[in-house]
T-cell receptor, first 111, second 113 residues
Framework: GQQVMQIPQYQHVQEGEDFTTYCNSSTTLSNIQWYKQRPGGHPVFLIQLVKSGEVKKQKRLTFQFGEAKKNSSLHITATQTTDVGTYFCAADSGGYQKVTFGTGTKLQVIP | DTEVTQTPKHLVMGMTNKKSLKCEQHMGHRAMYWYKQKAKKPPELMFVYSYEKLSINESVPSRFSPECPNSSLLNLHLHALQPEDSALYLC????????????FGPGTRLTVT
């Protein structure tokens, strides 16, 4: 089935540094979503990207969808301790309502 | 109200027990989902209900039995589970027109002894 890989698996940054996680698929995606899961918490929807080359911003977060719709990235500018958590991309896995989550990137921010 | 609630928060059960997990949402969402999440892994889709009908079963063993009594409620009945079934069970819901924007509940942490 659909596999969505994320890199890096873990990232430690000093507070104030930038952070980027990448999501890669071997197949073309119709859309991609990003979720954040805080330690001990549940996934929280952040955004959905649909169009080739789409870029969306939410305050310090910038989301991009690749031109070929096979990859996506999430960039956080000037990380804060509240950004700590695991960031997952998610994509439809070949069927309506079937969602496959990426492997996730765990972000640790050192104050 | 943008909340999905799940009960219980924690559950410990033996391999011969029968128990149920419950999920409730009052957002008017007509799609509801069960996911299983093992430690340090992404959520894995188990079941999808659409308009109270089971639309997706991701080849889940029959010891897991979902039920959708009405548009706000989703249950997961558990019977004869194995220790490897210990995990966080997450419920989610979404609008039918925005199935990829899912709202998750806090989950039930299940331990099978």
């Amino acid at each position: 089935g659909q596999q969505v890989m994320q890199i890096p698996q873990y990232q430690h940054v000093q507070e104030g540094e930038d952070f980027t996680t990448y999501c890669n698929s071997s197949t073309t995606l119709s859309n991609i979503q990003w979720y954040k899961q805080r330690p001990g918490g549940h996934p929280v929807f952040l955004i959905q990207l649909v169009k080739s080359g789409e870029v969306k911003k939410q305050k310090r977060l910038t989301f991009q969808f690749g031109e070929a719709k096979k990859n996506s990235s999430l960039h956080i500018t000037a990380t804060q301790t509240t950004d700590v958590g695991t960031y997952f991309c998610a994509a439809d896995s070949g069927g309506y309502q079937k969602v496959t989550f990426g492997t996730g990137t765990k972000l640790q921010v050192i104050p | 109200d943008t909340e999905v609630t799940q009960t219980p928060k924690h559950l410990v059960m033996g391999m011969t027990n029968k128990k149920s997990l419950k999920c409730e949402q009052h957002m008017g969402h007509r799609a509801m989902y069960w996911y299983k999440q093992k430690a340090k892994k992404p959520p894995e889709l188990m079941f999808v209900y659409s308009y109270e009908k089971l639309s997706i079963n991701e080849s889940v063993p029959s010891r897991f039995s979902p039920e959708c009594p009405n548009s706000s409620l989703l249950n997961l009945h558990l019977h004869a589970l194995q220790p490897e079934d210990s995990a966080l069970y997450l419920c989610a819901s979404s609008q039918e027109s925005r199935v990829y924007e899912q709202y998750f509940g806090p989950g039930t942490r299940l331990t099978v002894t």
